[in-house]
């Protein structure tokens, strides 16, 4: 009996301490490992996508690198061209008839005639071609045909007074700040009109004898002849922004004198017909004239200019 009996507590002790052992082992942490988590990402996986995601970013430089820069709009930039500057404008109007005309002053007055020669000399467009040529040699200037945008050529008056101590004629006001609108701060007038083309004095005092156009002038006394090339035109340059009348400069002086514009023609050819010259005869006459205009119209170039 007693010895059932201490069987019966050893077996308990065995049981006991069995239970023990169990219990360290699940409280020292000697589990079975914990199964992968599902939303977890297993090592190969991980690998893969990194592996995309280089793939991706490798794509995304080298679409980059073969794409050209462009503008944020997409259009290439136009360069922006200075600006030309703003040329300053000589109106210019030359008032004419269209032949030239003969005066001739003769022995007495009963020898006296004037006539025109039916010869185009297209003077308008010459004269007006010899300024241009002359002041556009300066590229801050162009000129401007102003025939269309005023009146009558003789009532243009807009400076009073003379050299640079002169003042506007109020009468011409509208018309000169017109003009100034359009860009024009200078004008040149040149309208054809007579002139003295000879004076002779004597023992009675001296008498003048007048051209009465451009073209020729003659004078015959007791079997002498004088052939004179006239260019018989009342000429103005005037300032519309100030108040100056350019020709009654010094530098201009010689220009007003009739004596210029009437020039002796010492080696013409007498005329086979004195009541007919024909055009070819008259042509050292036409380039005479031509040539004062041309030395007028450079001396009035280089005023514009400063020179």
Known sequence: MK???KLTVLLAVLMLASGCVTQRGMDSGESTPSQPNGEEATPTESAE????????DSANEETT????SKEPDGKPVTPVKPAKPVKQKVGVLVSAKKFPTHTHIGTTKFNNFTKEYSYDWQLNSTLYSTFKKAIEQNSRFTTVDISSMVGDAGALDFVMGEGENGSFNEKQNTLRKSLLDKGIATVIIIEEAPTVAI???GTYGCSEHQSKGFGLFTRSFLGTDHYIA???FNVNVERLDKPVDVLTLP???EFQDDALKNERVEDFTPPDNFDEITEQELAPIKNTIVNYFDRLATAVGKYLSGQ
Do not use: G, H, I, L
């Not at 690198?65 to 050209?68: D, G, L, N, Q, T």
């Open 65 to 68: 690198k073969s794409e050209p």
């Open 251 to 253: 530098t201009f002086t």
């Open 49 to 56: 996508q990194e592996d995309v995601v280089r793939d991706s």
């Open 199 to 201: 004076t002779e004095c």
């Open 3 to 5: 010895f059932v009996t």
């Open 230 to 232: 006239s260019a018989s």
